[in-house]
């Protein structure tokens, strides 16, 4: 027998779990399917010591720019704090050639979350009944005539039905990985296929440390390579200042990190540091590292070739589909925010709105 509920989301990122969240408050029956062992998706902090958290996907947020975003951590009773950016920046030309600026991050004023990007999954998913979150439940095939749902749930088949279904997950994924019977039209599987996974072929690196070294030198930690392997550097210092950290994006791509090991990589990266900020920069405690483009629940193929400027994401792609019984959430269908945090709350309150309920402000 499938286990049927009223609505069934797919996808526990943080617009599923935002939808699961809304939709409880509205007594609805609701559960989430997600085909990892864990909630957030995108959203992954990793842990040093003891109540350190470093985050690997998602940092920063700006909360002048971003209403949902900041309302929900208010309502969570979560904290934000000030990217730290006193001092001066650099910007790397060439090994040879590094110049420091005075004044503004170029990164305006953004904000992290206390306790990195998890505690928010954390804390939404504390506020879940913990029978609503299905992990290791991969979704394979979705049925219109039934509402069926066929997944693979701890290595065996499962079946659930629902009256909605609402998909929050990247539409490349959906494309790639979930069969639909009917099957949409070409243009609309043309159009999942090619909307980018925002951020799905970088790689993040975080390199913890004792002391805060380049503060001492009057360094805010923020840096431009135009020669790399980094690209992006800035100061990742948790809000406990337990430890002091600093992050960067790798700038090669996704096909050229294929080329080298992840030892190698390092390496080139640590060189980097020294030439950047000395030898205080080789006493790492730690260094964590996470490529989206190794992860097959974040990224297909055609993210190995992932844009280095924001996408504009479409505004004409329909966000329900089968009679208003299936809709779309996840960030990348958002008509505003597409991309960012703010994008994934969103497209989950229109996800919301379109089960014809009204969203909690
Ligand atoms: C390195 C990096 C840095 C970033 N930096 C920022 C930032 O600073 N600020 C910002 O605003 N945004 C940033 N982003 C983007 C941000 O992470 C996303 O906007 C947000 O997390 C997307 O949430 P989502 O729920 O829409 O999608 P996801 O987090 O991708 O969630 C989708 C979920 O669906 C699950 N799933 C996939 N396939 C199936 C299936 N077949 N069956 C069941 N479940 C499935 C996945 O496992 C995942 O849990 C960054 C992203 C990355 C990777």
């Known amino acids: 027998m499938a286990e049927h509920h009223n609505i069934i989301i797919i996808g526990a990122g943080l617009s599923g779990l935002y939808t699961a969240w809304q939709l409880q408050q509205k007594q609805q029956d609701v559960i989430v399917l997600e085909t990892r062992d864990r909630t957030g998706g995108r959203i992954l902090s990793a842990e040093y010591g003891s109540s350190s958290q470093f985050d690997m996907g998602p940092a920063w947020l700006w909360p002048d720019f971003q209403p949902r975003l900041q309302q929900l951590l208010t309502q ?26 005075s004044g503004q991050s170029s990164h305006g004023q953004s904000y992290r979350i206390a306790g990195g990007g998890q505690h928010l999954i954390e804390t939404l998913q504390s506020q879940l009944p913990q029978s609503c979150i299905h992990l290791n439940t991969a979704v394979k095939s979705i049925h219109e005539a039934d509402m069926s749902i066929h997944t693979v749930r701890d290595g065996e088949a499962c079946q659930y039905t629902a009256n909605k279904i609402i998909l929050a997950l990247p539409p490349r994924l959906t494309q ?55 690209s992006e550097i800035y100061d990742a210092t948790p809000v406990n200042e337990e430890y002091y950290a600093l992050t960067s994006f790798v700038g090669l791509n996704a096909q050229q990190r294929k080329q080298m090991d992840n030892e ?38 055609l993210d190995l070739s992932t844009p280095m400027v924001h996408p504009q994401y479409p505004d004409t792609l329909p966000r329900s ?19 960012y945090l703010e994008g994934a709350l969103e497209s989950a309150d229109e996800a919301v709105a379109l089960c014809g309920l009204q969203v909690t402000r």
């Not at 589909?321 to 991309?339: C, D, I, P, S």
């Open 321 to 339: 589909f089968w009679n208003g019984k299936l809709m779309l959430a996840g960030t990348e269908v958002a008509r505003q925010h597409g991309g």
């Open 264 to 301: 190698q990589l390092i390496e080139a990266c640590m060189l980097q540091l020294q030439r950047l900020f000395g030898e205080d920069s080789k006493n790492t405690l730690d260094i964590k590292i996470k490529d989206w483009s190794d992860d097959t629940n974040t990224s297909t193929e």
């Open 76 to 101: 969570l009773d979560l904290d934000i704090f000030k990217q730290f950016t006193s001092g001066d920046m650099l910007y790397e030309k060439s090994p040879s050639a590094i110049e420091r600026h």
């Open 176 to 230: 790639q990985n979930i069969s639909f019977d009917p099957p949409f039209s070409k243009d609309i599987t043309a159009a999942f296929g090619d909307i980018p996974t925002w951020m799905s072929g970088h790689c993040k690196i975080v390199f913890i440390y004792e002391k805060p070294f380049w503060r001492e030198q009057n360094l805010s930690g923020e840096v431009f390579s135009q020669y790399g392997p980094l």
